[in-house]
T-cell receptor, first 113, second 121 residues
Framework: GQQLNQSPQSMFIQEGEDVSMNCTSS?????WLWYKQDPGEGPVLLIA?????ELTSNGRLTAQFGITRKDSFLNISASIPSDVGIYFC?????????????FGKGITLSVRP | NAGVMQNPRHLVRRRGQEARLRCSPM?????VYWYRQLPEEGLKFMVY????????ESGMPKERFSAEFPKEGPSILRIQQVVRGDSAAYFC???????????????????FGAGSRLTVL
């Protein structure tokens, strides 16, 4: 089946630092999404990407849809303590606008004050 | 404008009992998805439903698990004769479907609920 790869499993950064997360796949996706999950809560959408090569920003977050359609990255600039959480990438295949999302295993981000 | 509502938030069952998890999608959303999350794992797709129809159940275990989304009322994920391995967080998500706001590309975004955490003793 389709798989999205995120690594490392955990990242530790200092408050104020920038951090970049990558997500790769062996399959092509036509939509890439980045979600953040806080403890005890459901995932919340951060950024959605719909077009190969697209670069989108949301405040301190920037994400890009790789031109091969097989990868995406998320950058967080000037990290703050509330950036702590699990960051998931998710992709939707070419088959149908309402088809399921496939998720990576997530990266747990820790921010040291 | 309430989001995706899931209940119960926490459910404890003994082995062999039944678990019923409910999900009310966002207002105006007609598509519901169920995902399961195990500790330190991502979200695994289980089933995708529209009103009264199962569209994709490729992630559902073949036995003991069932899902429905009736014409009236919430979507329900039912687990019969629970075992310890069923302990997990179960998330529901909804999307507008073709009748709602759609990005120019035609793709809809999923909005997730806060999840139901099942513990099997």
């Amino acid at each position: 089946g389709q798989q999205l790869n995120q690594s490392p499993q955990s990242m530790f950064i200092q408050e104020g630092e920038d951090v970049s997360m990558n997500c790769t796949s062996s399959s092509i996706f036509n939509t890439w999404l980045w979600y953040k999950q806080d403890p005890g809560e459901g995932p919340v959408l951060l950024i959605a990407l719909y077009k190969a090569g697209e670069l989108t920003s949301n405040g301190r977050l920037t994400a890009q849809f790789g031109i091969t359609r097989k990868d995406s990255f998320l950058n967080i600039s000037a990290s703050i303590p509330s950036d702590v959480g699990i960051y998931f990438c998710a992709g939707r295949s070419l088959t149908g606008a309402n088809s399921k999302l496939t998720f990576g295993k997530g990266i747990t981000l820790s921010v040291r004050p | 404008n309430a989001g995706v509502m899931q209940n119960p938030r926490h459910l404890v069952r003994r082995r062999g009992q039944e678990a019923r998890l409910r999900c009310s999608p966002m207002k105006g959303h007609s598509h519901v998805y169920w995902y399961r999350q195990l500790p330190e794992e991502g979200l695994k797709f289980m089933v995708y439903l529209q009103k009264e129809n199962i569209i994709d159940e490729s992630g559902m275990p073949k036995e003991r698990f069932s899902a429905e989304f009736p014409k009236e009322g919430p979507s329900i994920l039912r687990i019969q004769q629970v075992v310890r391995g069923d302990s997990a967080a179960y998330f529901c998500a909804s999307s507008p479907g073709t009748g709602g706001p759609i990005h120019p590309s035609g793709a809809n975004v999923l909005t997730f609920g806060a999840g139901s955490r099942l513990t099997v003793l």
